[in-house]
């Protein structure tokens, strides 16, 4: 038999599809994982980079660090970190969100630097507060490059959060490591389908909200011409 049907054969074997060890629990599990960095790292970036879109300091110091950042190997991050806290789900999420943190930091400050400034100065001319003006006018109309942020980093964890199996944890990237170990590579595949089919969905979700957002900041922008 070829590893291609052995990997369609362990895709279709139903005690894959059960208990602690099937798909569906390491699916909720990788969910998990890139759930909470992607929460952390937006927590950390987005406000950061809506700061420096709205007031356009720290632009060149962003750009650098974002920069930096993506140039990190993760899997020797993870292996740096795990040196000084040990095993656990601590050393998996830190070096994740270091990854999440470029595209949500340069989602919201090019975003907001897309806004058109002659928006922005007829809302300071009605007497708009600051603040009015980042909530009320330009993040409705920065959603989309905002989303499309979101959407960037939470692929990218989604791929690369098969590393959290290397400290001994869940996810979808136990079938990777678990079937390297024992040179099992149907299952290997079948846990690669499985990642690269669980992307294409989150995909095409984010998708839809970037779509949404544009209609929204479209609701937007004839409100301000008006």
């Known amino acids: 038999m070829s590893v291609l049907s052995e990997t369609v054969d362990w895709l279709t074997d139903g005690d894959n599809w059960s208990g602690d060890a099937g798909i569906p629990h390491r699916v909720v599990e990788h969910l998990g994982y890139t759930a909470l960095t992607v929460a952390i790292a937006a ?15 720290l632009r060149g110091l962003a750009i650098a660090v974002s920069g930096a950042l993506r140039a990190l190997p993760t899997l020797g991050v993870l292996t740096s970190i795990l040196l000084i806290t040990g095993i656990g789900l601590k050393p998996s999420i830190i070096a994740l969100v270091l990854l ?4 949500l930091l340069a989602g919201a400050y090019s975003g907001l630097e897309a806004v058109d400034r002659s928006t922005i100065d007829a809302a300071r001319a009605i007497g708009m507060t600051e603040t009015q003006i980042l909530t009320k006018v330009e993040v409705p109309l920065a959603l989309p490059l905002i989303v499309g942020g979101i959407r960037s980093a939470t692929l990218q964890v989604v791929a690369t959060a098969t590393i959290a199996a290397y400290v001994g944890l869940g996810g979808l990237g136990r079938y990777l490591i678990d079937g390297l170990a024992l040179s099992d590579y149907p299952r290997m595949a079948g846990g690669s389908v499985v990642v690269i089919v669980l992307a294409l969905v989150l995909d095409a979700v984010f998708v839809a909200l970037q779509r949404l957002a544009m209609g929204g900041r479209a609701t937007v922008e004839s409100a301000a011409q008006s």
Do not use: Q
């Not at 927590?43 to 300091?57: E, K, N, S, V």
């Not at 999440?100 to 595209?103: F, S, W």
């Open 100 to 103: 999440a943190l470029p595209p």
């Open 43 to 57: 927590a950390i970036a987005i406000p950061l980079g809506l700061y420096i879109g709205h007031t356009g300091r």
